[in-house]
């Protein structure tokens, strides 16, 4: 049974940054993408930014020179460092992992940007 534990969410002005942590556990096959999705009121949940099976890993457009995706391998860890935030960025933020096998999801974290 794999775990995902999220940890760093809260309430930020606006232009302030948050690091948020996932913590994976338990038996972990090959992993094919590890990330962080999000999901505002009203809105489909997106992908916001994902280690895949390429070197590099992919960010969306609305973050991209704000957030960064980093992760330990030896913890099972994956981080996401939120810098210059804005309102729009509040949402819940899922962790995200996904194996050979199945898929996992965070109890996710809630990230509210005040103006």
């Known amino acids: 049974q794999v775990q995902l534990v999220e940890s760093g969410g809260g309430l930020v002005q606006s232009g302030g940054s948050l690091r948020l942590s996932c913590a994976a556990s338990?038996?972990?096959?090959?992993?094919?993408?590890f990330g962080w999705f999000r999901q505002a009121p009203g809105k489909q949940r997106e992908s916001v930014a994902m280690f895949t099976n390429r070197n590099s890993p992919n960010y969306a457009d609305s973050v991209k020179g704000r957030f960064t995706i980093s992760r330990d391998n030896a913890k099972d860890t994956v981080y996401l460092d939120m810098n210059s935030l804005k309102p729009e960025d509040t949402a819940v933020y899922y962790c995200y992992l996904e194996t050979v096998v199945n898929d996992h999801w965070g109890q996710g974290t809630q990230v509210t940007v005040s103006s």
């Open positions: 338990g038996i972990i096959f090959a992993i094919r993408n």
